[in-house]
């Protein structure tokens, strides 16, 4: 979790592997020039970048600063501020698959080591395809860089592994040259603004706990719909799908956080072990059964704020027949005492009407309502919801009487609305991660186990849809709230999926 800003942390080195790629430039080096901005790097820091291509200095931070001017929240850098964050980075070319090239990285960390007198930390940053992971962990050990248990860390990216064996195979080879505590798996929807205010909803309220089990809520929907395509990530997306791209990490995350036990403190370990049980108590999935807990789809072309836009199997390197899901709907249980029978349904998917990832806890109804005869409104059922972005707040909707003469009900909201602040003034996922990281804090990040819980949870679903493909591929066009076969999947539990604009209605 962020640390307070008045706690200083150790001296940093970060070598970026793909540091000329498109991660560094639209998350990592934007979030490290935000945490420059507002004074929470190490006064000591260095960044040292990487790749193939034949960079100066000079040129290598040219490059660097159109992107910040392009992406950062702060829009663009004024030119004292960017001179003196450019000055701690330097370029190196280097074959990440050839170990005698990783011998220069060590002179570089000693010469910091002897200027800045002190001891730094060391984080080697894995902005490179996955497959690319275990040579770099294994040169980094063969050419006895540095590998202090406490001050070096290896940041890793999704997606990790492909599905529960690859991801076992991964985590076994990297824990036998990094410690568990060395490594930081990112999922960067936990570093989210909202979705880290959660735990403190939760658990700094005492009037939560008691509502907040299967006695109170109804149902959950987790609903994260983005209004994108797949653009240009086809090559990655057509072996991946949504599935393994959004549900195993970032939806199964968010229930996590709403499904756990209170912890009882904030270390790291703590958190995770709470998160790691609600996977673990969540029902099987019997592979004969994935049709009545699972929907899924494929965009079709269609029409997106007067533009036409390509359905999925036109888009570029997707195979013209693919099966690949864009859409995914699953309804899931978790078989605790507070949860039991409690329904919570995930839905995620591209070329959706809107963007939007919202949280929406339903209370139960009133035992007796004694108010629908004598007032035109029907009461609504309390509804927590939680809106990650673009909004970002929580909202309470209630039922309360309408000022004047009549005894007319109407529903309220009680919002938490983040007192104003626009999308550009809360730091970004990555400058949350990125500071835990010097810091040392793994809170936030996949241990090995949660990663692997969350796979062995979808595999059967993963599995069926491989080996049973879809006749009516594509099944919704673009712009649409997705395919038919996810409505009826709630609506045979008699609900249906609610979005911003039906939640923010009075
Ligand atoms: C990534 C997925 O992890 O998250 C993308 O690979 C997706 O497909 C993205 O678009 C969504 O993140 P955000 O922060 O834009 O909601």
Redesign the pocket.
Known sequence: MPKTSDQESNPAIFIIFGGTGDLTKRKIIPALYNLFLENRLPENFAVIGTGRSKFTDAKYRNSLLEAVDEFSRSGKARNEDWSKFASNITYQIANIKDAAEYKEFGSRIDALKEEWKENPSIIYYCAVSPEYLCTIAENISKSKLENNQDTTRIIIE?PFGSDLKSAKALNKRLLTIFDEKQIYRID??LG?EVVQNIMAFRFANSIMEPLWNRNHIEHVQIS?T?Q?GIGS?GGY?DNAGILR??VQ??LLQLLCTIAMEPPINFDADVVRNRKVEVLQAMRKILPGKVDTIAARGQYGPGWVEGKEVPGYREEEEVAPNSNTETYAALKFYVDNWRWQGVPFYLRTGKRLFKTS?LITIQFREVPHNMFQSEAGHVPKQNRLVISI?PDMGIRFQMEGKTPGLEMSLNTVDMVFDYAGKSKSESPE?YETLLLDIISGDQTLFMRADQVEAAWELIMPVLNFWESNKMANFPNYPADSWGPENAEALIAKDGFHWFSLSENNKK
Do not use: T
């Open positions: 999704k960067h929807y989210k994260v983005e994108i990530r997306f791209d959004m990490n970032h990832s972005q996922a």
